[in-house]
Protein backbone atom coordinates (compact mmCIF):
# COMPACT_ATOMS: atom_id res chain seq x y z
CA UNK A 1 0.00 0.00 0.00
CA UNK A 2 1.59 3.30 -0.91
CA UNK A 3 0.87 5.42 2.16
CA UNK A 4 -1.28 8.65 1.16
CA UNK A 5 1.03 11.62 1.43
CA UNK A 6 -1.94 14.63 1.15
CA UNK A 7 1.15 17.27 0.68
CA UNK A 8 1.83 15.80 -2.74
CA UNK A 9 -1.18 14.25 -3.56
CA UNK A 10 -2.44 15.96 -6.92
CA UNK A 11 0.80 17.77 -7.59
CA UNK A 12 -0.11 21.14 -7.36
CA UNK A 13 0.20 22.88 -10.73
CA UNK A 14 -2.14 26.04 -10.59
CA UNK A 15 -2.59 26.41 -6.71
CA UNK A 16 -0.58 28.91 -5.70
CA UNK A 17 2.80 27.97 -3.54
CA UNK A 18 1.03 29.86 -0.31
CA UNK A 19 -2.01 27.67 -0.44
CA UNK A 20 0.06 24.53 -1.02
CA UNK A 21 2.12 25.39 2.08
CA UNK A 22 -0.87 26.21 4.58
CA UNK A 23 -2.22 22.93 3.17
CA UNK A 24 0.61 21.02 3.85
CA UNK A 25 1.06 22.45 7.42
CA UNK A 26 -2.80 21.81 8.31
CA UNK A 27 -2.55 18.57 7.13
CA UNK A 28 0.89 17.52 9.72
CA UNK A 29 -1.15 19.81 13.01
CA UNK A 30 -4.68 18.35 12.29
CA UNK A 31 -4.41 15.26 14.80
CA UNK A 32 -7.47 13.69 14.46
CA UNK A 33 -9.44 11.59 17.45
CA UNK A 34 -11.60 9.25 15.25
CA UNK A 35 -8.33 8.41 13.01
CA UNK A 36 -6.75 7.38 15.70
CA UNK A 37 -9.15 5.22 17.59
CA UNK A 38 -9.96 3.49 14.38
CA UNK A 39 -6.46 2.68 12.97
CA UNK A 40 -5.88 1.09 16.44
CA UNK A 41 -9.49 -0.46 16.53
CA UNK A 42 -8.51 -2.46 13.04
CA UNK A 43 -5.12 -3.05 14.18
CA UNK A 44 -6.78 -4.91 17.71
CA UNK A 45 -8.77 -7.13 15.84
CA UNK A 46 -5.65 -7.77 13.09
CA UNK A 47 -3.63 -8.46 16.41
CA UNK A 48 -6.66 -10.91 17.16
CA UNK A 49 -5.70 -12.95 13.91
CA UNK A 50 -2.37 -12.94 15.28
CA UNK A 51 -2.70 -14.32 18.35
CA UNK A 52 -5.23 -16.58 17.53
CA UNK A 53 -2.77 -18.89 15.83
CA UNK A 54 -0.47 -18.77 19.21
CA UNK A 55 -3.74 -18.94 21.38
CA UNK A 56 -4.71 -22.37 19.30
CA UNK A 57 -0.72 -23.47 19.72
CA UNK A 58 -1.07 -22.96 23.46
CA UNK A 59 -4.15 -24.40 23.94
CA UNK A 60 -3.62 -27.62 22.66
CA UNK A 61 -0.02 -27.81 24.48
CA UNK A 62 -1.95 -27.12 27.69
CA UNK A 63 -4.55 -29.71 26.82
CA UNK A 64 -2.18 -32.65 26.12
CA UNK A 65 -0.27 -31.89 29.16
CA UNK A 66 -1.41 -35.47 30.75
CA UNK A 67 0.20 -37.81 27.58
CA UNK A 68 3.12 -34.65 27.01
CA UNK A 69 4.48 -35.67 30.55
CA UNK A 70 3.83 -39.38 30.97
CA UNK A 71 4.76 -40.72 27.22
CA UNK A 72 7.44 -37.46 26.49
CA UNK A 73 8.99 -38.11 23.18
CA UNK A 74 7.75 -41.77 23.02
CA UNK A 75 4.45 -40.58 22.07
CA UNK A 76 5.85 -40.04 18.49
CA UNK A 77 8.05 -43.46 18.56
CA UNK A 78 6.06 -45.83 19.48
CA UNK A 79 3.22 -47.70 18.03
CA UNK A 80 0.34 -49.51 20.91
CA UNK A 81 -2.35 -47.55 20.61
CA UNK A 82 -5.25 -49.30 23.34
CA UNK A 83 -7.51 -46.96 25.10
CA UNK A 84 -8.56 -49.42 27.19
CA UNK A 85 -5.03 -49.86 28.53
CA UNK A 86 -4.68 -45.56 27.98
CA UNK A 87 -1.33 -47.22 26.48
CA UNK A 88 -0.94 -44.60 23.40
CA UNK A 89 1.47 -44.35 20.89
CA UNK A 90 0.93 -42.46 17.55
CA UNK A 91 3.57 -44.08 15.28
CA UNK A 92 1.08 -45.91 12.83
CA UNK A 93 -1.03 -42.94 13.02
CA UNK A 94 2.10 -40.89 11.82
CA UNK A 95 3.27 -43.74 9.67
CA UNK A 96 -0.62 -44.10 8.09
CA UNK A 97 -0.54 -39.82 7.79
CA UNK A 98 2.81 -39.70 6.04
CA UNK A 99 2.48 -42.62 3.46
CA UNK A 100 -1.33 -41.63 2.28
CA UNK A 101 0.08 -38.15 1.97
CA UNK A 102 3.58 -39.54 0.51
CA UNK A 103 1.20 -41.56 -2.00
CA UNK A 104 -1.04 -39.02 -2.90
CA UNK A 105 2.34 -36.44 -4.21
CA UNK A 106 3.58 -39.02 -6.08
CA UNK A 107 0.12 -39.36 -8.25
CA UNK A 108 -0.33 -35.99 -8.14
CA UNK A 109 2.77 -34.03 -8.55
CA UNK A 110 3.61 -35.52 -12.09
CA UNK A 111 0.27 -34.61 -13.20
CA UNK A 112 -0.13 -31.76 -11.80
CA UNK A 113 3.15 -30.80 -13.09
CA UNK A 114 1.94 -31.56 -16.68
CA UNK A 115 -1.31 -29.80 -16.10
CA UNK A 116 1.14 -26.63 -15.14
CA UNK A 117 3.02 -26.96 -18.21
CA UNK A 118 0.29 -27.47 -20.57
CA UNK A 119 -1.72 -24.12 -19.18
CA UNK A 120 0.98 -22.09 -18.58
CA UNK A 121 3.50 -23.07 -21.83
CA UNK A 122 1.00 -24.61 -24.43
CA UNK A 123 -2.58 -23.51 -23.72
CA UNK A 124 -4.05 -21.13 -25.60
CA UNK A 125 -4.45 -17.69 -23.30
CA UNK A 126 -8.65 -17.80 -23.10
CA UNK A 127 -8.47 -21.32 -21.85
CA UNK A 128 -7.06 -19.57 -18.37
CA UNK A 129 -9.89 -18.19 -16.79
CA UNK A 130 -12.12 -20.88 -16.99
CA UNK A 131 -9.57 -23.27 -15.38
CA UNK A 132 -9.15 -20.97 -12.52
CA UNK A 133 -12.75 -21.16 -12.32
CA UNK A 134 -12.66 -24.83 -11.87
CA UNK A 135 -9.74 -24.82 -9.40
CA UNK A 136 -11.81 -22.62 -7.33
CA UNK A 137 -14.82 -24.51 -8.02
CA UNK A 138 -12.79 -28.21 -6.82
CA UNK A 139 -11.18 -26.60 -3.70
CA UNK A 140 -14.85 -25.82 -2.66
CA UNK A 141 -16.09 -29.02 -2.78
CA UNK A 142 -16.62 -30.40 0.72
CA UNK A 143 -14.15 -32.78 2.03
CA UNK A 144 -17.04 -35.27 2.72
CA UNK A 145 -18.51 -35.11 -0.98
CA UNK A 146 -15.26 -36.94 -1.60
CA UNK A 147 -15.31 -39.02 0.61
CA UNK A 148 -18.61 -40.17 -0.49
CA UNK A 149 -17.75 -40.80 -3.47
CA UNK A 150 -14.45 -42.60 -2.58
CA UNK A 151 -17.13 -45.13 -0.34
CA UNK A 152 -19.45 -45.68 -3.39
CA UNK A 153 -17.55 -45.31 -6.38
CA UNK A 154 -14.04 -46.24 -5.78
CA UNK A 155 -13.66 -48.48 -3.27
CA UNK A 156 -15.82 -51.05 -5.01
CA UNK A 157 -13.82 -50.07 -8.01
CA UNK A 158 -10.43 -50.61 -6.96
CA UNK A 159 -11.99 -54.10 -4.74
CA UNK A 160 -13.11 -55.42 -7.70
CA UNK A 161 -10.88 -53.89 -10.49
CA UNK A 162 -8.07 -52.60 -9.47
CA UNK A 163 -6.57 -54.53 -6.91
CA UNK A 164 -7.24 -57.78 -8.11
CA UNK A 165 -5.33 -56.69 -11.38
CA UNK A 166 -2.21 -55.13 -9.06
CA UNK A 167 -2.02 -58.56 -7.23
CA UNK A 168 -2.35 -60.63 -10.19
CA UNK A 169 0.33 -58.86 -12.36
CA UNK A 170 2.58 -57.41 -9.32
CA UNK A 171 1.57 -59.86 -6.62
CA UNK A 172 5.21 -60.59 -5.43
CA UNK A 173 5.70 -57.04 -4.70
CA UNK A 174 5.42 -56.30 -0.92
CA UNK A 175 3.07 -53.36 -2.23
CA UNK A 176 0.33 -55.55 -2.76
CA UNK A 177 0.26 -58.23 -0.96
CA UNK A 178 -2.86 -59.14 1.11
CA UNK A 179 -6.51 -59.90 0.40
CA UNK A 180 -8.48 -56.35 -1.50
CA UNK A 181 -10.89 -55.01 0.98
CA UNK A 182 -10.97 -51.75 -1.31
CA UNK A 183 -11.18 -49.90 1.78
CA UNK A 184 -7.35 -49.09 2.74
CA UNK A 185 -4.20 -46.91 2.12
CA UNK A 186 -4.69 -46.87 -1.51
CA UNK A 187 -8.04 -45.45 -1.64
CA UNK A 188 -7.03 -42.89 0.95
CA UNK A 189 -3.71 -42.18 -1.12
CA UNK A 190 -5.77 -41.85 -4.23
CA UNK A 191 -8.28 -39.96 -3.10
CA UNK A 192 -5.95 -37.36 -1.54
CA UNK A 193 -4.06 -37.29 -4.89
CA UNK A 194 -7.44 -36.22 -6.55
CA UNK A 195 -7.81 -33.63 -4.32
CA UNK A 196 -4.32 -32.72 -3.75
CA UNK A 197 -3.97 -31.83 -7.83
CA UNK A 198 -5.99 -28.68 -8.32
CA UNK A 199 -3.88 -26.97 -5.58
CA UNK A 200 -0.50 -28.26 -6.78
CA UNK A 201 -1.61 -27.54 -10.67
CA UNK A 202 -2.49 -24.14 -9.96
CA UNK A 203 0.05 -23.33 -7.61
CA UNK A 204 2.86 -24.58 -9.97
CA UNK A 205 0.76 -22.47 -13.29
CA UNK A 206 1.35 -19.41 -11.05
CA UNK A 207 5.01 -19.98 -10.73
CA UNK A 208 5.39 -20.95 -14.45
CA UNK A 209 3.79 -17.94 -15.47
CA UNK A 210 5.64 -15.42 -13.00
CA UNK A 211 8.62 -16.39 -14.83
CA UNK A 212 9.66 -13.73 -17.64
CA UNK A 213 9.08 -14.23 -21.59
CA UNK A 214 12.25 -13.27 -22.53
CA UNK A 215 13.47 -16.77 -20.91
CA UNK A 216 11.54 -18.23 -23.36
CA UNK A 217 11.79 -16.20 -26.37
CA UNK A 218 15.85 -16.55 -25.95
CA UNK A 219 15.50 -20.61 -25.81
CA UNK A 220 13.19 -20.44 -29.22
CA UNK A 221 15.65 -18.01 -30.94
CA UNK A 222 17.94 -20.19 -30.40
CA UNK A 223 16.53 -22.82 -32.22
CA UNK A 224 15.14 -24.75 -28.96
CA UNK A 225 12.16 -26.63 -29.32
CA UNK A 226 8.92 -26.19 -27.08
CA UNK A 227 9.93 -28.81 -24.72
CA UNK A 228 13.61 -27.71 -24.36
CA UNK A 229 12.74 -23.93 -23.80
CA UNK A 230 10.12 -25.59 -21.21
CA UNK A 231 13.14 -27.20 -19.89
CA UNK A 232 14.73 -24.36 -19.11
CA UNK A 233 11.53 -22.85 -17.63
CA UNK A 234 11.25 -25.57 -15.60
CA UNK A 235 14.71 -25.55 -14.07
CA UNK A 236 14.09 -21.61 -13.26
CA UNK A 237 10.95 -22.76 -11.32
CA UNK A 238 12.56 -25.62 -9.47
CA UNK A 239 12.12 -24.36 -6.05
CA UNK A 240 8.24 -22.08 -6.99
CA UNK A 241 7.34 -25.74 -7.83
CA UNK A 242 8.96 -27.02 -4.47
CA UNK A 243 6.81 -24.17 -2.68
CA UNK A 244 3.50 -26.11 -4.50
CA UNK A 245 4.46 -29.47 -3.80
CA UNK A 246 4.99 -28.69 -0.08
CA UNK A 247 1.83 -26.80 0.06
CA UNK A 248 -0.16 -29.66 -2.00
CA UNK A 249 1.37 -31.93 0.78
CA UNK A 250 0.01 -29.43 3.99
CA UNK A 251 -3.25 -29.85 2.54
CA UNK A 252 -2.95 -33.83 2.38
CA UNK A 253 -1.41 -34.36 5.43
CA UNK A 254 -4.32 -32.46 7.12
CA UNK A 255 -7.23 -33.74 5.17
CA UNK A 256 -9.71 -35.57 7.45
CA UNK A 257 -12.88 -36.44 6.47
CA UNK A 258 -12.41 -38.39 3.22
CA UNK A 259 -9.30 -40.18 4.37
CA UNK A 260 -11.65 -41.42 7.17
CA UNK A 261 -14.17 -42.57 5.01
CA UNK A 262 -11.86 -44.76 2.85
CA UNK A 263 -8.61 -45.54 4.71
CA UNK A 264 -10.36 -48.60 7.16
CA UNK A 265 -9.71 -47.25 10.26
CA UNK A 266 -7.24 -49.81 12.03
CA UNK A 267 -4.28 -48.52 14.18
CA UNK A 268 -1.10 -50.82 12.46
CA UNK A 269 1.42 -50.64 10.53
CA UNK A 270 2.18 -52.57 6.69
CA UNK A 271 3.97 -52.47 3.90
CA UNK A 272 1.00 -53.56 1.90
CA UNK A 273 -0.71 -50.56 0.14
CA UNK A 274 -3.88 -53.18 0.14
CA UNK A 275 -3.92 -52.84 3.93
CA UNK A 276 -6.52 -50.97 6.17
CA UNK A 277 -4.69 -48.03 8.01
CA UNK A 278 -5.25 -45.10 10.05
CA UNK A 279 -4.26 -41.52 9.96
CA UNK A 280 -3.44 -39.01 12.31
CA UNK A 281 -6.67 -36.56 11.04
CA UNK A 282 -9.08 -39.74 11.22
CA UNK A 283 -7.90 -41.08 14.61
CA UNK A 284 -9.35 -37.80 15.93
CA UNK A 285 -12.54 -37.22 13.88
CA UNK A 286 -13.38 -41.06 14.78
CA UNK A 287 -12.59 -41.53 18.48
CA UNK A 288 -12.80 -37.71 20.29
CA UNK A 289 -16.31 -37.84 20.90
CA UNK A 290 -16.13 -41.33 22.39
CA UNK A 291 -12.82 -40.64 24.30
CA UNK A 292 -13.68 -41.42 27.95
CA UNK A 293 -10.68 -41.15 29.96
CA UNK A 294 -9.17 -37.62 30.39
CA UNK A 295 -5.64 -39.97 29.16
CA UNK A 296 -7.56 -40.77 25.90
CA UNK A 297 -8.46 -36.58 25.39
CA UNK A 298 -5.16 -35.95 26.26
CA UNK A 299 -3.15 -38.23 23.98
CA UNK A 300 -6.28 -37.26 20.89
CA UNK A 301 -5.27 -32.90 21.60
CA UNK A 302 -1.45 -34.11 21.40
CA UNK A 303 -2.07 -35.81 17.71
CA UNK A 304 -3.74 -32.83 17.09
CA UNK A 305 -0.85 -30.40 18.42
CA UNK A 306 1.85 -32.16 16.15
CA UNK A 307 -0.68 -31.88 12.97
CA UNK A 308 -0.64 -28.48 13.78
CA UNK A 309 2.83 -28.09 14.37
CA UNK A 310 3.44 -30.18 11.00
CA UNK A 311 1.04 -27.92 9.02
CA UNK A 312 2.38 -24.79 10.16
CA UNK A 313 5.64 -25.09 9.24
CA UNK A 314 5.07 -27.24 6.06
CA UNK A 315 2.71 -23.90 5.17
CA UNK A 316 5.16 -21.41 6.59
CA UNK A 317 7.65 -23.23 4.24
CA UNK A 318 5.78 -23.44 1.50
CA UNK A 319 4.77 -19.64 1.49
CA UNK A 320 8.22 -18.20 1.91
CA UNK A 321 9.35 -20.29 -1.02
CA UNK A 322 6.53 -19.85 -3.58
CA UNK A 323 7.00 -15.80 -2.65
CA UNK A 324 10.37 -15.90 -2.74
CA UNK A 325 10.35 -17.41 -6.00
CA UNK A 326 7.24 -14.66 -7.38
CA UNK A 327 9.00 -12.04 -5.96
CA UNK A 328 12.04 -12.45 -7.61
CA UNK A 329 10.24 -12.30 -10.81
CA UNK A 330 7.77 -9.51 -10.18
CA UNK A 331 10.06 -6.59 -10.72
CA UNK B 1 23.41 -28.92 -46.49
CA UNK B 2 22.38 -31.38 -43.20
CA UNK B 3 24.38 -34.95 -42.27
CA UNK B 4 22.35 -37.29 -41.75
CA UNK B 5 23.35 -37.81 -38.07
CA UNK B 6 22.42 -34.08 -37.52
CA UNK B 7 19.02 -34.99 -39.52
CA UNK B 8 19.05 -37.99 -36.56
CA UNK B 9 19.36 -35.18 -34.03
CA UNK B 10 16.64 -33.17 -35.33
CA UNK B 11 13.58 -35.49 -35.81
CA UNK B 12 14.76 -37.27 -32.31
CA UNK B 13 14.74 -33.74 -30.78
CA UNK B 14 11.27 -32.97 -32.63
CA UNK B 15 9.61 -36.12 -31.21
CA UNK B 16 11.09 -35.62 -27.85
CA UNK B 17 8.82 -32.29 -28.08
CA UNK B 18 6.09 -34.13 -29.04
CA UNK B 19 5.92 -36.67 -26.70
CA UNK B 20 6.00 -34.15 -24.37
CA UNK B 21 3.14 -32.38 -25.34
CA UNK B 22 1.45 -35.59 -25.75
CA UNK B 23 2.03 -36.25 -21.92
CA UNK B 24 0.94 -32.90 -20.46
CA UNK B 25 -2.15 -33.09 -22.51
CA UNK B 26 -2.53 -37.01 -21.25
CA UNK B 27 -2.22 -34.99 -17.56
CA UNK B 28 -4.71 -32.82 -18.42
CA UNK B 29 -7.09 -35.45 -18.91
CA UNK B 30 -6.01 -37.83 -16.56
CA UNK B 31 -6.50 -35.26 -14.33
CA UNK B 32 -10.02 -33.69 -14.96
CA UNK B 33 -11.42 -36.76 -15.51
CA UNK B 34 -11.90 -38.48 -11.76
CA UNK B 35 -13.56 -34.39 -10.79
CA UNK B 36 -15.61 -34.39 -13.73
CA UNK B 37 -16.67 -38.18 -11.99
CA UNK B 38 -17.46 -36.74 -8.61
CA UNK B 39 -19.41 -33.83 -10.11
CA UNK B 40 -21.71 -35.76 -12.31
CA UNK B 41 -22.07 -38.75 -10.14
CA UNK B 42 -23.07 -36.47 -7.22
CA UNK B 43 -25.33 -34.27 -9.28
CA UNK B 44 -26.64 -37.79 -10.65
CA UNK B 45 -26.87 -39.16 -7.21
CA UNK B 46 -28.18 -36.03 -5.59
CA UNK B 47 -31.38 -34.94 -8.07
CA UNK B 48 -32.79 -38.14 -7.88
CA UNK B 49 -32.75 -38.27 -4.07
CA UNK B 50 -34.33 -34.80 -3.60
CA UNK B 51 -37.71 -34.43 -2.98
CA UNK B 52 -39.66 -31.71 -0.80
CA UNK B 53 -39.80 -34.40 2.21
CA UNK B 54 -36.06 -33.72 2.07
CA UNK B 55 -36.31 -30.38 3.01
CA UNK B 56 -39.67 -30.19 5.54
CA UNK B 57 -39.10 -33.52 7.17
CA UNK B 58 -37.58 -34.68 10.09
CA UNK B 59 -35.27 -37.74 10.05
CA UNK B 60 -37.44 -40.85 10.73
CA UNK B 61 -36.53 -43.23 13.51
CA UNK B 62 -33.77 -45.63 12.45
CA UNK B 63 -34.99 -48.23 10.17
CA UNK B 64 -38.63 -46.76 8.44
CA UNK B 65 -37.87 -44.59 4.74
CA UNK B 66 -38.80 -41.42 4.57
CA UNK B 67 -38.07 -38.58 6.11
CA UNK B 68 -36.01 -35.71 5.79
CA UNK B 69 -33.03 -33.00 6.73
CA UNK B 70 -35.37 -30.20 8.19
CA UNK B 71 -33.08 -30.53 11.46
CA UNK B 72 -30.11 -30.50 9.47
CA UNK B 73 -30.50 -27.60 7.16
CA UNK B 74 -31.69 -24.99 10.12
CA UNK B 75 -29.01 -26.44 11.92
CA UNK B 76 -26.42 -25.70 9.58
CA UNK B 77 -27.80 -22.27 9.00
CA UNK B 78 -27.49 -21.66 12.46
CA UNK B 79 -23.88 -23.11 12.85
CA UNK B 80 -22.90 -20.81 9.79
CA UNK B 81 -25.02 -17.94 11.46
CA UNK B 82 -22.65 -18.21 14.91
CA UNK B 83 -19.43 -18.72 12.84
CA UNK B 84 -20.43 -15.61 10.85
CA UNK B 85 -21.09 -13.10 14.11
CA UNK B 86 -17.87 -14.01 15.56
CA UNK B 87 -15.45 -14.72 12.61
CA UNK B 88 -17.08 -11.88 9.93
CA UNK B 89 -16.25 -8.41 12.46
CA UNK B 90 -12.70 -9.68 13.09
CA UNK B 91 -11.83 -10.83 9.52
CA UNK B 92 -13.28 -7.52 8.17
CA UNK B 93 -11.23 -5.61 10.74
CA UNK B 94 -8.04 -7.27 10.12
CA UNK B 95 -8.55 -7.17 6.83
CA UNK B 96 -9.30 -3.43 6.66
CA UNK B 97 -6.51 -2.65 8.69
CA UNK B 98 -4.07 -4.54 6.30
CA UNK B 99 -4.99 -2.49 2.97
CA UNK B 100 -5.56 0.51 4.45
CA UNK B 101 -2.59 0.52 7.27
CA UNK B 102 -0.77 -2.55 5.95
CA UNK B 103 2.50 -0.93 5.11
CA UNK B 104 4.76 -2.26 7.96
CA UNK B 105 6.24 -5.28 9.63
CA UNK B 106 3.47 -6.36 11.79
CA UNK B 107 0.95 -6.28 9.12
CA UNK B 108 3.21 -8.48 6.93
CA UNK B 109 3.40 -10.79 9.99
CA UNK B 110 -0.52 -10.71 10.34
CA UNK B 111 -1.14 -11.34 6.45
CA UNK B 112 1.85 -14.46 6.54
CA UNK B 113 -0.32 -15.70 9.80
CA UNK B 114 -3.74 -15.51 8.17
CA UNK B 115 -2.53 -17.14 5.19
CA UNK B 116 -0.95 -19.58 7.73
CA UNK B 117 -4.10 -20.25 9.46
CA UNK B 118 -5.99 -21.31 6.59
CA UNK B 119 -4.04 -24.06 5.81
CA UNK B 120 -4.67 -25.50 9.43
CA UNK B 121 -6.58 -28.48 9.03
CA UNK B 122 -9.91 -28.19 9.96
CA UNK B 123 -9.65 -31.01 12.67
CA UNK B 124 -7.30 -28.94 14.89
CA UNK B 125 -9.03 -26.20 14.38
CA UNK B 126 -12.38 -28.52 16.01
CA UNK B 127 -9.73 -29.67 18.69
CA UNK B 128 -8.74 -26.01 19.82
CA UNK B 129 -13.07 -25.05 19.80
CA UNK B 130 -13.51 -28.28 22.14
CA UNK B 131 -10.58 -27.03 24.52
CA UNK B 132 -11.91 -24.05 24.68
CA UNK B 133 -15.65 -24.25 24.47
CA UNK B 134 -16.82 -27.58 25.51
CA UNK B 135 -14.04 -28.72 27.84
CA UNK B 136 -15.65 -25.66 30.43
CA UNK B 137 -19.25 -25.51 29.33
CA UNK B 138 -18.77 -29.52 29.93
CA UNK B 139 -21.23 -30.67 27.31
CA UNK B 140 -21.15 -30.72 23.25
CA UNK B 141 -23.40 -27.15 21.70
CA UNK B 142 -23.84 -25.58 19.18
CA UNK B 143 -22.05 -22.51 20.05
CA UNK B 144 -18.80 -24.48 20.22
CA UNK B 145 -19.23 -25.30 16.58
CA UNK B 146 -20.08 -21.92 15.64
CA UNK B 147 -16.50 -20.47 17.03
CA UNK B 148 -14.73 -23.55 15.10
CA UNK B 149 -16.13 -22.36 11.80
CA UNK B 150 -15.72 -18.79 12.78
CA UNK B 151 -11.99 -19.51 13.37
CA UNK B 152 -12.12 -21.26 10.06
CA UNK B 153 -13.84 -18.36 8.53
CA UNK B 154 -11.22 -15.75 9.83
CA UNK B 155 -8.42 -15.95 7.69
CA UNK B 156 -10.17 -15.85 4.05
CA UNK B 157 -12.65 -13.06 5.29
CA UNK B 158 -9.19 -10.93 6.01
CA UNK B 159 -7.27 -11.51 2.87
CA UNK B 160 -10.50 -11.20 0.52
CA UNK B 161 -11.63 -8.18 2.59
CA UNK B 162 -8.07 -6.74 2.06
CA UNK B 163 -7.74 -7.32 -1.31
CA UNK B 164 -11.38 -6.09 -2.36
CA UNK B 165 -10.21 -2.83 -0.84
CA UNK B 166 -7.45 -2.91 -2.71
CA UNK B 167 -8.80 -2.66 -5.93
CA UNK B 168 -11.00 0.42 -4.76
CA UNK B 169 -8.72 2.98 -6.80
CA UNK B 170 -6.15 5.54 -5.30
CA UNK B 171 -8.03 8.70 -6.52
CA UNK B 172 -10.82 7.60 -4.54
CA UNK B 173 -9.20 7.99 -1.42
CA UNK B 174 -7.38 11.07 -2.31
CA UNK B 175 -10.77 12.60 -3.54
CA UNK B 176 -12.09 12.25 -0.31
CA UNK B 177 -9.14 13.17 1.61
CA UNK B 178 -8.60 16.15 -0.18
CA UNK B 179 -12.38 17.78 0.43
CA UNK B 180 -10.99 17.44 3.69
CA UNK B 181 -12.70 14.04 5.58
CA UNK B 182 -10.99 12.51 7.67
CA UNK B 183 -9.15 9.26 7.13
CA UNK B 184 -11.39 6.88 8.78
CA UNK B 185 -14.22 8.71 7.26
CA UNK B 186 -13.16 8.09 3.64
CA UNK B 187 -12.25 4.57 4.97
CA UNK B 188 -15.72 3.68 6.15
CA UNK B 189 -17.86 5.89 3.82
CA UNK B 190 -16.00 6.28 0.60
CA UNK B 191 -14.08 3.07 0.34
CA UNK B 192 -15.83 0.44 1.63
CA UNK B 193 -19.10 0.81 -0.09
CA UNK B 194 -16.81 0.68 -3.19
CA UNK B 195 -15.75 -2.07 -2.37
CA UNK B 196 -19.06 -3.46 -1.05
CA UNK B 197 -20.08 -5.89 -3.57
CA UNK B 198 -16.74 -8.08 -3.92
CA UNK B 199 -16.09 -8.00 0.10
CA UNK B 200 -19.72 -8.91 0.30
CA UNK B 201 -19.44 -11.80 -2.11
CA UNK B 202 -16.20 -13.10 -0.55
CA UNK B 203 -17.63 -13.08 2.68
CA UNK B 204 -20.64 -15.28 1.16
CA UNK B 205 -17.79 -17.68 -0.34
CA UNK B 206 -16.12 -18.48 2.92
CA UNK B 207 -19.69 -18.87 5.15
CA UNK B 208 -20.81 -21.73 1.85
CA UNK B 209 -17.15 -23.43 2.38
CA UNK B 210 -17.80 -23.05 6.53
CA UNK B 211 -21.09 -24.80 5.69
CA UNK B 212 -19.48 -27.91 3.70
CA UNK B 213 -17.17 -28.78 7.00
CA UNK B 214 -17.05 -31.63 8.93
CA UNK B 215 -14.84 -32.52 11.23
CA UNK B 216 -14.61 -29.25 12.87
CA UNK B 217 -18.31 -30.54 13.99
CA UNK B 218 -18.33 -33.93 14.77
CA UNK B 219 -16.68 -32.88 18.95
CA UNK B 220 -18.17 -30.18 19.00
CA UNK B 221 -21.46 -29.41 17.58
CA UNK B 222 -21.94 -33.37 17.54
CA UNK B 223 -25.12 -33.73 16.12
CA UNK B 224 -28.73 -34.22 16.96
CA UNK B 225 -31.33 -36.28 15.02
CA UNK B 226 -33.96 -34.37 16.92
CA UNK B 227 -35.56 -30.68 16.57
CA UNK B 228 -33.44 -28.34 18.33
CA UNK B 229 -32.07 -24.39 18.15
CA UNK B 230 -30.76 -23.92 21.28
CA UNK B 231 -27.16 -22.86 20.87
CA UNK B 232 -26.21 -24.19 24.19
CA UNK B 233 -26.99 -27.45 22.84
CA UNK B 234 -26.00 -30.48 20.33
CA UNK B 235 -27.04 -29.72 16.82
CA UNK B 236 -27.59 -31.03 14.07
CA UNK B 237 -26.01 -30.14 10.64
CA UNK B 238 -26.45 -31.47 6.60
CA UNK B 239 -22.24 -32.50 6.64
CA UNK B 240 -22.69 -34.60 9.86
CA UNK B 241 -25.83 -36.23 8.48
CA UNK B 242 -23.71 -37.12 5.22
CA UNK B 243 -20.69 -38.83 7.45
CA UNK B 244 -23.32 -40.68 9.93
CA UNK B 245 -25.66 -41.31 6.68
CA UNK B 246 -22.96 -42.68 4.56
CA UNK B 247 -22.05 -45.43 7.19
CA UNK B 248 -25.18 -46.65 7.33
CA UNK B 249 -26.30 -50.15 6.11
CA UNK B 250 -29.68 -48.58 4.87
CA UNK B 251 -30.11 -47.66 1.23
CA UNK B 252 -32.65 -45.04 2.25
CA UNK B 253 -30.24 -43.52 4.24
CA UNK B 254 -27.34 -43.20 1.56
CA UNK B 255 -30.04 -41.81 -0.61
CA UNK B 256 -30.87 -38.87 1.65
CA UNK B 257 -26.64 -38.75 1.56
CA UNK B 258 -26.37 -37.73 -1.68
CA UNK B 259 -29.28 -35.15 -1.71
CA UNK B 260 -27.50 -33.42 1.31
CA UNK B 261 -23.90 -33.89 -0.51
CA UNK B 262 -26.04 -32.40 -3.61
CA UNK B 263 -27.44 -29.45 -1.76
CA UNK B 264 -24.17 -28.57 -0.49
CA UNK B 265 -22.37 -28.72 -3.95
CA UNK B 266 -25.50 -26.74 -5.36
CA UNK B 267 -25.04 -23.93 -2.48
CA UNK B 268 -21.03 -23.58 -3.18
CA UNK B 269 -21.39 -23.46 -6.68
CA UNK B 270 -24.18 -20.85 -6.92
CA UNK B 271 -21.82 -18.40 -4.57
CA UNK B 272 -18.62 -18.71 -6.81
CA UNK B 273 -20.57 -18.47 -10.31
CA UNK B 274 -21.68 -15.48 -8.21
CA UNK B 275 -17.87 -14.39 -6.86
CA UNK B 276 -16.90 -14.52 -10.33
CA UNK B 277 -18.82 -12.15 -12.05
CA UNK B 278 -18.86 -9.09 -9.40
CA UNK B 279 -14.73 -9.64 -9.11
CA UNK B 280 -14.98 -9.68 -12.66
CA UNK B 281 -16.61 -6.61 -13.38
CA UNK B 282 -14.57 -5.34 -10.62
CA UNK B 283 -11.13 -5.89 -12.77
CA UNK B 284 -12.81 -4.42 -15.76
CA UNK B 285 -13.79 -1.26 -14.35
CA UNK B 286 -10.27 -0.69 -13.28
Known sequence: ?331 | MMTTSEKLYLFWRKAKNNAMVLFSVACVLLAVAPLILIFSYTLIQGISALNIDFFIQMPKPVGETGGGMANAIVGTGILIGLGALFGLPVGIMAGIYLAEYGDNPFAGTVRFLADVLSGIPSIVVGVVAYVIVVLPMKHFSALAGGVALAILMIPTVTRTTEEMIRLVPQSYREAGLAIGIPRWKTTLRIILPTALKGITTGILLAIARAAGETAPLLFTALGNRFWSTAIDQPIASLTVFIYDYSKAPFEDWIRQAWGAAFVLIALIFVLSVIFRIVTRSRYAEH
Not at chain 1, 120 to 134: K, V, Y
Not at chain 1, 205 to 229: F, K, M
Not at chain 1, 260 to 274: K, P
Open chain 1, 1 to 331: MIPIDVSTAGGGGSVPPAALLSARRGAKSRWNVGDFVFKHLTMLFAFGVLSLVFLMGYEMYAGSALTISKFGWNFLVTSTWDPVQDEYGALPLIFGTLLSSFLALLIALPLGLGVAIFLSELAPRWLERPFSFLVELLAAIPSIVYGLWGIFVLVPWLRQTLQPWLSSHFGYLPFFKGPAYGFGMLAAGLILAVMVLPIIASISRDVLQAIPNLQREAALGLGATRWESTRIILSSAKSGILGATLLGLGRAVGETMAVTMVIGNRSEISASLFSPGYSMASVIANEFAEASSSMYTSALIEIAFVLFVMTIVLNALARLVVWSVTRRFKT
